[in-house]
Each structure stands twice: as structure tokens, then as C-alpha cells.
């Protein structure tokens, strides 16, 4: 059974960081994408950052030069170190594990997802 448990969303003032943690089990690590998504109220869910098979990371326009996705293949575990926050970037963030490679910012390239955790960045 696989399981994607997300940790490390809070409460942060514009400016601040966060790194967001998603331990996996029950997946063959490594063997398609492996990426976050966020959903902000009323919002469509949106691919954030991803990393796929050959180590590549990917990102959305709106988080480049501030977030980086990485993995630890030792502890099945994916992060997001998120930098320089923005009340924008206010959302749940899910961490994803994939069943295709390539397309690693599209929802559709996934499977399995956590339960999620709450960024709330404050101006």
C-alpha cells in the first residue's frame, strides 16, 4: 500500500521559509515523477515543482528562483524548500508519486497523493 505523508506547513510572514517534507512507502522510489502540488481555496490545483527519473526538476513559473524540490533516495523522502514566501503562495501542498515519466507538473502523471499540509503566508 502506498502512502504519502506530507509535514512541515505553517503560519509564515511574507518574506520566510518553509521546507516541506513527504515521506513515501510502499513505492518503487525513483521510477516515474515525484512532485508537489498546491490548491488554494477556489483554485484549481497546480503543479508547483517536480522531479523526474533522470534527476531533471521542473517548476512553475510562479515559484522559480524561490522554491527547490529534492529527494533523499536513502529515506524515500521528497522536500520542498520554499524561499522568500509571498501571501500568494498561500495554499494546501500535496506531495505526489507518479505512474508516468515526463509531464511532471501535470496532475494527470500521478496516482497516489498525500493527504496534504497547510502554507498560510501572511503579509
Known amino acids: 500500500q502506498v502512502q504519502l505523508v506530507e509535514s512541515g506547513g505553517d503560519s509564515v510572514q511574507a518574506g520566510g521559509s518553509l521546507r516541506l517534507s513527504c515521506a513515501v512507502s510502499g513505492y518503487t522510489w525513483s521510477s516515474y515523477c515525484m512532485g508537489w502540488f498546491r490548491q488554494a481555496p477556489g483554485k484549481q490545483r497546480e503543479g508547483v515543482a517536480a522531479i523526474d527519473t533522470d534527476g531533471s526538476t521542473s517548476y512553475a513559473d510562479s515559484v522559480k528562483g524561490r522554491f527547490t524540490i529534492s529527494q533523499d533516495n536513502a529515506k524515500n523522502t521528497l522536500y520542498l524548500q520554499m524561499n522568500s514566501l509571498k501571501p500568494e503562495d498561500t495554499a494546501m501542498y500535496y506531495c505526489?508519486?507518479?505512474?508516468?515519466?515526463?509531464?511532471?507538473?501535470?496532475?494527470?502523471?500521478?496516482?497516489?497523493w498525500g493527504q496534504g499540509t497547510q502554507v498560510t503566508v501572511s503579509s
Open positions: 505526489a508519486a507518479g505512474r508516468v515519466r515526463g509531464y511532471c507538473l501535470s496532475a494527470w502523471a500521478y496516482n497516489y
